[in-house]
């Protein structure tokens, strides 16, 4: 933190992790283009700004990573790594993607997903309290995405850890980057080679057999190494972002009781309260881009070659596109959600997140209608890309 009266934000500062959005109404109401000089990146905190910066990918580009520390590192980013490239090579590997998350098969996978939401939460019947991460909301997202990959019930766990120690940091510090910052894929090549000669209605068949256009115009299948990689991107991205989501959803509830019992009576209010969390309290909260030309914004040239951090939480909350923005309301009137964000790399698993979320709201409010969260245990985790709850213990009622 800065000893005078100036506005700085700090994504590694975990003081303003804990609650960020003070410091956020200050940059978007005093610095809506902020420079933050300690670490050299720009900032854009306006709905209407961080809009332009999503659809905008020419200037501000994918293709160096979507971390503040990747693109300071200036690593290699092997292909198929959806989130750190722009068209057309994005469009060529998101659309073989995109045959496994259609609207249809994601729909078909609620009855699994209630059936794993129903074995985590049998196990705690009669439990007084426990911890909602661990317990539940960590295991929900690692059994599905599992299930979609194709692999083994037995490894998933492992594979969960590898991904998430990836984003780990130390209290306060930037993520340590080398070329694990990168999704690596070498854990799953065993899995790989297994489908290529026992073939299954998953991630990793469909991948095998999938053919297209590459970017030189050459139809072909993806090479083993690719496959990995894709494997490997969906691996990490299904797994932090939906468990987190599963948190928040249990932490703010709880702080809500009334409108917590208003899902309780009427469960047809929980998809737009599943919205209404994501607004306030999403588990990305910056998105970095790398500045490909200089830009005007604000008065000010950014000049090419910075990094520019686009931070969608705040624009979640900003005054001139939410109404009443700090206050949570799960009959709030919702549209135009940048949690997921906006133009060519909206989350490609979106649908899949909110799907888990409601079936595992539902399953939980059925069982636990009532509970409380023990404030002075809760831990946030450690991490300069998501913000969410590393322990939540709850004592339900």
Not at 42 to 60: A, E, H, M, N, P
Not at 162 to 188: C, W, Y
Request: net charge negative.
């Amino acid at each position: 933190m800065r000893d005078d009266d100036t506005v700085y934000w700090d994504p590694f500062d975990r003081d303003i992790a804990h609650d960020p959005y003070p410091v956020y109404r200050r940059l978007r109401a005093e610095a809506p283009l902020y420079y933050n000089d300690r670490h050299d990146f720009y900032v854009l905190s306006r709905y209407d700004d961080i809009d332009r910066g999503l659809l905008d990918w020419k200037t501000f580009s994918s293709a160096r990573g979507p971390i503040l520390e990747i693109i300071k590192a200036g690593i290699e980013i092997p292909p198929g790594t959806l989130l750190m490239e722009d068209p057309p090579a994005h469009d060529i590997h998101r659309g073989l993607l995109a045959r496994v998350f259609t609207p249809r098969r994601v729909l078909s996978l609620e009855p699994l997903i209630r059936e794993l939401c129903i074995r985590a939460l049998d196990r705690l019947t009669g439990a007084g309290r426990f911890d909602l991460m661990s317990e539940f909301a960590n295991e929900v997202p690692m059994r599905v995405i599992g299930m979609l990959l194709g692999i083994p019930e037995s490894d998933q766990q492992a594979v969960r850890d590898r991904a998430d120690a990836n984003l780990r940091t130390e209290p306060g510090r930037q993520m340590q980057v080398s070329d694990k910052a990168i999704p690596h894929a070498d854990h799953f090549a065993e899995y790989i080679d297994w489908r290529a000669d026992h073939p299954s209605d998953d991630l990793m068949t469909e991948l095998l057999h999938a053919e297209f256009v590459d970017t030189r115009g050459v139809t072909r299948t993806l090479t083993r190494q690719e496959i990995l990689t894709y494997v490997s991107v969906v691996a990490g991205a299904g797994n932090e972002t939906t468990a987190r989501l599963i948190g928040w959803l249990g932490s703010v509830l709880a702080g809500h009781p009334g409108q917590r019992a208003e899902l309780v009576a009427d469960p047809s209010l929980i998809p737009n309260a599943i919205e209404e969390t994501l607004r306030f309290e999403p588990t990305g909260h910056a998105i970095a881009r790398y500045v490909t030309a200089d830009t005007e914004l604000h008065g000010t040239t950014v000049p090419a070659g910075s990094a520019m951090m686009l931070v969608v939480a705040s624009a979640n909350r900003d005054p001139d596109r939410w109404p009443d923005p700090d206050t949570f309301d799960i009959h709030r009137r919702m549209s135009n959600l940048r949690t997921f964000g906006f133009g060519t790399h909206f989350c490609l698993g979106a649908s899949l997140a909110r799907l888990e979320a409601r079936v595992a709201l539902e399953e939980f409010l059925r069982r636990f209608p009532e509970w409380e969260v023990d404030r002075e245990v809760a831990a946030l985790s450690s991490t300069s890309t998501m913000r969410g709850w590393e322990t939540l213990p709850i004592t339900v009622g």
